[in-house]
Nanobody
Framework: QVQLVESGGGLVQPGGSLRLSCAASGFIVRSYMMNWYRQAPGKERELVAVITQDVRGVGYRNYADSVKGRFTIFRDDDKNTVYLQMNSLKPEDTAVYFC???????WGQGTQVTVSS
């Protein structure tokens, strides 16, 4: 059974950092593309970051323009977990963050990130 469980959200001041985790079970994350999305109140769900399946030892990454240079998506294959490192956070980053496997159309339950002073 495919399952994704996010953790790591919380309240942080502007300029701060958080690391979100997405622990996967039922499949091997390095063999599949994985996404991070976010949804702010009253807004549509937005694709934030993508990491491709492992190709010759490399997972290619892409980011929304709004987070490029501040967020990093990466995997820990030993833990079968995908992470989203978020630095220089802004109030407009406030949202519920979800990890997603497009291959299995599986979503995690989401984790709240609030950036506020």
């Amino acid at each position: 059974q495919v399952q994704l469980v996010e953790s790591g959200g919380g309240l942080v001041q502007p300029g701060g950092s958080l690391r979100l985790s997405c622990a996967a079970s039922g499949f091997i994350v390095r063999s599949y593309m994985m996404n991070w999305y976010r949804q702010a109140p009253g807004k549509e769900r937005e694709l934030v970051a993508v990491i491709t399946q492992d190709v010759r030892g490399v997972g290619y990454r892409n980011y929304a323009d709004s987070v490029k240079g501040r967020f990093t998506i990466f995997r820990d294959d030993d833990k079968n977990t995908v992470y989203l490192q978020m630095n220089s956070l802004k109030p407009e980053d406030t949202a519920v963050y979800f990890c997603h496997s497009p291959s299995f159309d599986a979503w995690g339950q989401g984790t709240q990130v609030t950036v506020s002073s």
